[in-house]
C-alpha cells in the first residue's frame, strides 16, 4: 500500500521541482522544464496526471500571489484565488488529454501543446516546454521548433531515455558555448528602477527627467533609445507636444510605453517619437494580462473599461528601415505572440516591461529569459527595457 502511494507522490514532488528550477528565470535552465512531459507520460493514473500537472504549473508561475498582492495593494488572498484560477486551463487541458495508451500519446501530448499555444487556452498559456527550444537549438530557427516539438513527443514514448540524453548533449553544447543575444545596430535599451511610480507620476517633472535619459543615451550614440512600458504615462496631447519639442535637439528616435485611454477602455502601447519631431502610436498589445488588464466580462455586463487585445494585430512594426516584433510584459511569458511575428521575419525583437510589482519574485527574471530565448532561436537581435 505504501509504494502505491510513494510513487505518485514522487512524481509531484519532482514536477514542483522542475517547475522551481525550469522557470527561475536563467535561460540555461528552462530545458529543465522538458521534465514535465516526461512525468506527464509515466502518470499511471488521469489524477496522478493532474497532480503532476498542477504541481509544475503552480511552481512555475509562484511569484503570481506575492505580484498580485503588491500590485492590487492587497493580501495575499486575492493573488492565491488567481493563482489557482490561472492554473485551472493548463491542469485541464493535460488532465483530460492524457490516456494510457502508448501509442496515442504522443498525440495527445502535441495536441496538448499546441492548445496551451493558441487562444483561448493559450492566454494563460506560461511556463510552456516549447521555449526552451532557444537553449537547445540556437539559431536554427523554425527547424530548431520542429526538432522541439519532435523531441518532446519522443519523451512521451518509450524511447525517452535517447531523447532525454540527446537533449542533455545538445544543451550540454549549447550551454558550452552560449552568447547573449546581441543589440541591433544603433539601439539602446534602457531599464529603470522607479517602482510604482512610473507611469502614475506623470507630472512635468518626471517627463523632464525620462527626456534627460533619453539625451544621455543619445549622447552615447544610439540613434534608436527604448524605454519600459507605460514609461510615458497617458499619451496625451500635452505630453505628445512635450516630446515633440523635445526631439528638436536630440538625434534619436524614442520608442517609449505609453497608455492610450478612450470612452470604452484603453490600448497599451508603444509610440515612436522620431528626430524630425513627428509622432506615431506604433505597437497595440496583442495581449494584456488577464484580469488585471484584459477584463472581457465587462462587457457581458454592459461595462466598459479594460484593456483591449488586439490577439493577431500588429505582428511587426516599420521602424526606420527596419522591422520590429515589439512584446510588452505578458506577452513575453506566452507562446503565440512571438511566433506570429516570426512568420513575418522580422530584422530584431524589442521586449518592453513594468515589473515593479514583482518585486521578491522572479517574474522579470522569467520574462528576460523567455525573450533571450526566443531571439536566440531565430537568431534575431533583442533590444530589452524594464523598469522595477
Not at 512524481?11 to 521534465?35: C, D, E, K, M, T
Not at 549549447?174 to 517602482?195: F, H, I, K, Q, Y
Not at 484603453?266 to 522620431?274: E, G, R
Amino acid at each position: 500500500m505504501c509504494r502505491d502511494y510513494l510513487r505518485p507522490a514522487l512524481l509531484i514532488f519532482v514536477s514542483i521541482a522542475i517547475g522551481v528550477v525550469g522557470w527561475s528565470g536563467h535561460v540555461l535552465l528552462l530545458p529543465v522544464a522538458l521534465g514535465f512531459p516526461l512525468l506527464w507520460s509515466i502518470s499511471r493514473t488521469r489524477l496522478v496526471a493532474a497532480l503532476v500537472s498542477a504541481g509544475y504549473f503552480l511552481a512555475a508561475s509562484r511569484g503570481l500571489p506575492q505580484g498580485v498582492a503588491a500590485f492590487y495593494s492587497s493580501d495575499i488572498w486575492r493573488g492565491l484565488l488567481l493563482w489557482l484560477c490561472a492554473s485551472l486551463s493548463f491542469v485541464a487541458v493535460h488532465t483530460v488529454l492524457w490516456t494510457k495508451n502508448s501509442g496515442v500519446r504522443p498525440f495527445r501530448y502535441l495536441l496538448a501543446a499546441i492548445i496551451m499555444s493558441i487562444p483561448p487556452f493559450g492566454v494563460t498559456g506560461w511556463a510552456h516546454p516549447v521555449t526552451a527550444a532557444g537553449a537547445l537549438f540556437p539559431g536554427l530557427g523554425w527547424w530548431g521548433l520542429g526538432f522541439m516539438t519532435a523531441g518532446i513527443a519522443g519523451l512521451v514514448t518509450r524511447i525517452w531515455p535517447a531523447v532525454a540524453i540527446t537533449f542533455a548533449g545538445l544543451w550540454l553544447w549549447s550551454a558550452a558555448s552560449w552568447t547573449e543575444p546581441g543589440l541591433p545596430n544603433g539601439w539602446r535599451g534602457v531599464d529603470l528602477e522607479l517602482g510604482a511610480s512610473l507611469g502614475r507620476e506623470a507630472g512635468l517633472h518626471r517627463q523632464r527627467d525620462l527626456i534627460a535619459t533619453v539625451r544621455n543615451a543619445a549622447s552615447d550614440g544610439a540613434r534608436y533609445v527604448v524605454l519600459p512600458e507605460t514609461a510615458l504615462g497617458f499619451w496625451t496631447p500635452t505630453v505628445e507636444r512635450l516630446w515633440k519639442s523635445a526631439s528638436d535637439d536630440t538625434d534619436a528616435t524614442v520608442i517609449a510605453g505609453a497608455t492610450v485611454l478612450d470612452a470604452t477602455g484603453y490600448d497599451n502601447v508603444l509610440v515612436a517619437i522620431d528626430r524630425k519631431g513627428g509622432s506615431s502610436i506604433l505597437y497595440r498589445e496583442r495581449m494584456p494580462v488577464p484580469g488585471s488588464m484584459w477584463q472581457p466580462w465587462r462587457f457581458l455586463f454592459g461595462e466598459s473599461g479594460g484593456a483591449r487585445a488586439d490577439f493577431f494585430a500588429n505582428p511587426v512594426v516599420p521602424i526606420g528601415a527596419s522591422r520590429a516584433a515589439p512584446l510588452i510584459c505578458y506577452e513575453q511569458l506566452i507562446v503565440w505572440p512571438i511566433l506570429q511575428s516570426m512568420l513575418h521575419d522580422p530584422d530584431f525583437v524589442v521586449a518592453v516591461g513594468n515589473g515593479w510589482w514583482t518585486e521578491g519574485t522572479s517574474i522579470v527574471a522569467i520574462q528576460r529569459a523567455a525573450a533571450t530565448a526566443w531571439a536566440k532561436l531565430f537568431a534575431k537581435p533583442l533590444v530589452i527595457a524594464f523598469n522595477t
